[in-house]
Nanobody, 129 residues
Framework: QVQLVESGGGLVQAGGSLRLSCAAS????????MGWFRQAPGKEREFVAG????????FYADSVQGRFTISRDNAKGSMSLQMDSLKPEDTAVYYCAASGDPRLRVGIGAQNAQNYPYWGQGTQVTVSS
């Protein structure tokens, strides 16, 4: 198992930036595909970005492509999400998630929250207009 803790959320004006971090403990971090999801009030949880085991494979939702950057540091057991050019519609609780599902290794199912058995508690991001 792996335990995940997010940090870095907060209140920012539209056009601003935030950097979220996810610290992992437990089983070897490098054995997990990692993802960021978000959930706004009254909406379903949605995929934001994912990153492969070595960090070389990255995948983004269309809504954040070009504005958000996902990265990981296996030596430190951490993952980050750099969020630039933030918009009010980015307001949500952001979650990091981990999966050992081998299908994600070949890009299958990375956007599906059900494929991630491990989740952090979430961190609130609020973007004001």
């Amino acid at each position: 198992q792996v335990q995940l803790v997010e940090s870095g959320g907060g209140l920012v004006q539209a056009g601003g930036s935030l950097r979220l971090s996810c610290a992992a403990s437990g089983r070897t971090f490098s054995s997990y595909y990692m993802g960021w999801f978000r959930q706004a009030p009254g909406k379903e949880r949605e995929f934001v970005a994912g990153i492969g085991w070595s960090g070389g494979s990255k995948f983004y939702a269309d809504s954040v492509q070009g504005r958000f950057t996902i990265s990981r540091d296996n030596a430190k057991g951490s993952m980050s999400l750099q969020m630039d050019s933030l918009k009010p519609e980015d307001t949500a609780v952001y979650y990091c998630a981990a999966s050992g599902d081998p299908r994600l290794r070949v890009g299958i199912g990375a956007q599906n929250a059900q494929n991630y058995p491990y989740w952090g508690q979430g961190t609130q991001v609020t973007v004001s207009s």
